[in-house]
């Protein structure tokens, strides 16, 4: 049979392949190609290397140790923005905070430059919704630079905007302070994370401005996103899975020590509801929690939600991969 023969006579796979949008080309997805941004590509080579610069500075003792707490602490404080602000308060509404928390950690947030609330908000719920598929913003089925950072550098693929526009905003869209800071985003931002970390350790404490700039403000923040990119991509990988074994999200002590709790990723897909987004570990690897009950005690944060342990040893039976302390018990008996 001649090539053109066994073509024509195919005519199933010919009509396969028009019909269907996606194709495999040289073992690649089309609609997978990236369409990269060299904008973001070009800032992401800045930082790093930029990075590189902070570390060299200190190491060859040009920067002050009053310097590297101030960058530490910073992180430490906008992180809390991202996990007890954007994504246990906003994005999961696992908590109620009165407004002067909310502003606080608006604020806080702001100071961590991960796009605005609402954007991060969305992407999020969108991740939550549509989890591993194409329409999850940061899919770690496409690899785990593309779910760690890769994502932010190429337009989204199309599900992400036509699924995603399924996800219910208009909670967000009813606070006062979220819709302040999208508004004020773009001038608030590069004065919180960059301009400020940068400018007082040399009025407080004479540090050279080199030294200020590239490891108060580049360093930290370059450190601080690669801590929280983790999650969706460690945490999508390497770890156990004791309450759904079927699903990507893992539990990681690392990852929950990096990104201020939010490394108990298999527990906060199952429960993305609890305001602890984990179930086992105490505040030293959920630093988040520590914020968040310490609030309630003024109540300033209330109406915490968490699982019952009933709810949690059923599911654990149920989907788990064994690796629960649950599990052992049963094991031992
Ligand atoms: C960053 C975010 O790093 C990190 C998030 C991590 C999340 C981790 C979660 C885990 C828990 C927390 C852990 C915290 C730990 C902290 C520890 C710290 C020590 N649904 O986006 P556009 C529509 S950010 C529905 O421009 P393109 C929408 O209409 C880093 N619709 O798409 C939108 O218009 P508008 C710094 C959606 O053109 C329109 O599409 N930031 C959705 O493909 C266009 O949207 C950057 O690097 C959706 N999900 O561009 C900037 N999305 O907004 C990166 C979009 O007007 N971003 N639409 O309503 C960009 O430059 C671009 O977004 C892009 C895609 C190039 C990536
Ligand atoms: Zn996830
Ligand atoms: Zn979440």
Known sequence: MTASAFLSEDKTH?????DTPIYVSHGKRRDYEWQIVWRNVLAFIYLHAATFYGFY????????LLTIIFALLFSAMSAMGVTAGAHRLWAHRAYKARWPLRLFLALMQT???QNHIYEWVRD??????FTETDADPHNAKRGFFFSHMGWLMVRKHKEVFEKGASVDMSDLEKDPIVMFQKKTYLVVMPLLCFIL??????????ENPWSSWYVGSILRYTISLHFTWLVNSAA???GNRPYDKNIGATDNKTVALCAFGEGWHNYHHVFPWD?????????????STALIDFAAKYGLAYDLKTVSVEMIRKRVARTGDGSHPFDKKIDDC
Do not use: C, D, Q
């Open 57 to 64: 500075l200190i190491f060859i003792g040009k920067t002050k």
């Open 124 to 129: 999020h719920r969108v991740h939550h919704k």
């Open 275 to 287: 305001y602890k987004a984990a179930e086992l570990g105490n505040y030293s690897t959920n630093f």
């Open 14 to 18: 010919e009509k396969n392949i028009e």
């Open 197 to 206: 970390p940068a400018w007082l350790p040399v009025v407080l404490w004479g």
């Open 111 to 113: 100071m961590a430059f």
């Open 236 to 238: 999508h990988v390497w």
